[in-house]
């Protein structure tokens, strides 16, 4: 199992330095004003939009702009105290992970829902945004399996140090 844990940690530490990255730079832009960022770091999100039809990020619906808001408040920083948990192997990993993941699959059903329900999304949009709901999967479902570092069981005492009472 210990090998499997391995593997799922380095898929979401890879996951969660890109949204360490892209939150602020690239879906803030949903809700911050333009001149907030470096002209290349608006050009390539017009670039996105164009290139993968974008409309969310184009029109920027409320509900959208609130689910950036969420992510950037809420969903961000605890990107960021995941990357530190893999890193650092903290035992309060599988807590932020869980509800990370919970959070994001929240926000992407509703956003793959507006896609898929307008018919307004193009293939290559839908195949961007359906490896969040993956990752939002996975980061659940590590935080329901078992802690991969060493622990000990709380009330246990060694053989050495367990006494006999007379």
Request: charge should be positive.
């Amino acid at each position: 199992m210990g090998v499997f844990l391995n593997l799922i940690d380095a898929l979401l530490f890879f996951y969660f330095t890109i949204i360490a990255i892209c939150a602020p730079l690239i879906d803030s832009q949903a809700c911050l004003p333009a001149h907030l960022y470096p002209k290349v770091i608006v050009d390539l999100t017009t670039w996105y939009s164009r290139e993968f039809g974008d409309y969310l990020m184009v029109e920027k619906p409320n509900f959208f702009v609130g689910l950036v808001w969420l992510e950037l408040l809420f969903a961000w920083p605890l990107s960021l105290l995941n990357l530190y948990a893999i890193l650092g192997g903290r035992s309060w990993f599988r807590t932020t992970c869980l509800v990370y993941g919970v959070s994001t699959l929240t926000s992407m059903v509703a956003i793959l829902s507006e896609m898929l329900g307008s018919h307004r999304a193009s293939d290559k949009l839908l195949m961007m945004h359906f490896p969040f709901l993956g990752f939002a999967v996975l980061a659940i479902l590590r935080g329901l399996l078992p802690y991969s570092g060493k622990t000990t069981a709380a009330g246990r005492r060694s053989g050495v140090t367990k006494k006999k009472r007379v």
